[in-house]
């Protein structure tokens, strides 16, 4: 496959904490996949952390967290594109244009709007109103048409196909791609918290971070909800239980997920043990990747070389998009 020819893929993460096994899974595998077939875009959406934190008090540390921690994971700068959203301000242009053709109803029905403005009835600002067309101009901007996120980014990726048929069809062009929701396996990952339901969250509390040291880890996984245990052979888990082996079947061998599953159904298990070992294989996974972080974090050079040398490759793609737009809406340069 030539260069020209391979596939575009953008995506982001929004800075406003330490990455977590559900960031992990369910989007930077697929980074890391994707860097060695496509011509990829990775970066720190700092523009859209302002829409739920207005005072953004560290956003330097968490940006350059988070940039520390993609290098970490293994997403590598000479393959892959990595910078800042804010550092690409044409950004900013593309997406007054979709504005102007995205309107009121559509963004009011979204679903993340409606629970954010739920969550912060204080500050139902425009931004907030207006996310899922930043993110559409994040995406255009490329023109990618890949684009690896977890299910929760579905009808944002919805809007974003939706901004992109509307620009073609109003100016009588077939410019901007349709991008797809991309994920690794058929079935998007979603990995649970341990607290009993829902998924791994930062603003949910039950997160196990990258940077999470052992003993943060053994202590958040001892404390992970569980039952009595199963009176029945080969009885269905209930959700929390069910959480457990989901997370086992993510970082530990098939053998231990077996082990633990069989001993579910014959009803000898014992939760002590399981939590133990789900504790020593996540260790596993991130006490190395913990460690990177840590000596990448402290290279501000480093950091601030990848950041430079990102922010005006992602330019260049951006320039070439919004010249092209301008054009097609028909603004003269008058230079
Ligand atoms: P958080 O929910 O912790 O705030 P973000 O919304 O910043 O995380 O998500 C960044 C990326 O990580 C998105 O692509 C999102 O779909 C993915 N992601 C976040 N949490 C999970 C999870 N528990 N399981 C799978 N993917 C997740
Ligand atoms: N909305 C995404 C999230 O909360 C972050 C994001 C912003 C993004 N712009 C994007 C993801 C463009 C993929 C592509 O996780």
Redesign the pocket.
């Known amino acids: 496959m030539t260069s020209e020819k391979k596939d575009i893929v953008?995506?982001?993460?929004?800075p406003t904490g330490n990455l977590h096994l559900g960031n992990y899974f369910g989007?930077i595998k697929s980074f890391l996949t994707m860097q060695e077939e496509c011509k990829c875009y990775f970066?720190i959406?700092d523009w859209?952390s302002l829409t739920t934190h207005p005072h953004p008090d560290n956003i330097l540390k968490n940006t350059r967290t988070i940039l520390a921690e993609y290098l970490a994971c293994g997403i590598d700068p000479s393959k892959a594109v990595i910078y800042a959203?804010s550092d690409v301000k044409e950004v900013l242009e593309l997406y007054l244009y979709l504005n102007m053709n995205a309107y009121l109803g559509e963004l009011e029905r979204t679903t993340s709007f409606k629970e954010k403005a739920r969550k912060q009835p204080n500050n139902v600002n425009a931004g907030l109103l207006t996310?899922p067309t930043?993110?559409a101009a994040?995406?255009l901007m490329h023109r990618a048409v890949k684009?690896p996120?977890?299910k929760?980014?579905e009808q944002?990726m919805e809007m974003a196909r939706k901004f992109a048929r509307r620009f073609n069809t109003i100016y009588g062009v077939d410019f901007f791609p349709e991008p797809a929701s991309f994920s690794l396996s058929s079935k998007a990952v979603k990995v649970p918290g341990l607290d009993g339901s829902g998924k791994m969250g930062k603003s949910e509390g039950n997160a196990i971070y990258l940077m999470d040291d052992e003993k943060a880890i053994r202590q958040k996984v001892m404390k992970a909800v569980t039952d009595s245990g199963p009176t029945e052979p080969n009885s269905e888990k209930p959700e929390a239980i069910q959480n457990l082996f989901t997370l086992l079947e993510i970082v530990s061998s098939p053998d231990t997920y077996n082990y633990f599953n069989d001993k579910y159904n014959d009803c000898s298990v014992r939760y002590g043990d399981l939590k133990k070992q789900l504790a020593e294989d996540i260790v596993l996974f991130t006490a190395p990747i913990r460690e990177k972080i840590l000596e990448i974090a402290a290279d501000t050079d480093y950091l601030e070389r990848v950041a430079r040398e990102g922010a005006e490759q992602a330019r260049e793609s951006a320039r070439l998009t919004v010249d092209k737009v301008r054009e097609i809406i028909g603004f003269p340069a008058l230079r």
């Open positions: 953008v995506s982001g993460i929004r989007a970066f959406a859209h959203q996310y930043l993110m994040d995406i684009v996120v977890g929760d980014q944002n």
